[in-house]
């Protein structure tokens, strides 16, 4: 069983910065790539960014020079750093490990950028 833990999010201001963080924990699993998705009100889930073992990454178009992934291999852990965040950002922040078998899901945290 994999369990994902994210912590970070909250409410800023338009312009400002927030991070947020996963970690996966558990046993007999081997991760190739974590990542973000989120979904806002009414729109469907979207991916935000990406990271594989070997450090490539992947973002969506809406985030571009705004958001950084970074990696942790030995912690299986993962950050988005967000900046000059839009009021369009906000929705629920999902992270997410793929493994060769299976994807693991996290709860979701909530970030709301103001206008």
């Known amino acids: 069983q994999v369990q994902l833990v994210e912590s970070g999010g909250g409410l800023v201001q338009a312009g400002g910065s927030l991070r947020v963080s996963c970690v996966a924990s558990g046993s007999g699993f081997s991760i190739s790539a974590m990542g973000w998705y989120r979904q806002a009100p009414g729109k469907q889930r979207e991916l935000v960014a990406f990271?594989?073992?070997?450090?490539?990454?992947n973002y969506a178009d809406s985030v571009k020079g705004r958001f950084t992934i970074a990696g942790d291999n030995a912690k299986n852990a993962v950050t988005l750093q967000m900046n000059s965040l839009k009021p369009e950002d906000t929705a629920v922040y999902y992270c997410?490990?793929?493994?060769?078998?299976?994807?693991?899901w996290g709860q979701g945290t909530q970030v709301t950028v103001s206008s």
């Open positions: 997410v490990a793929v493994s060769p078998f299976d994807t693991y």
């Open positions: 990271i594989t073992i070997r450090g490539s990454t």
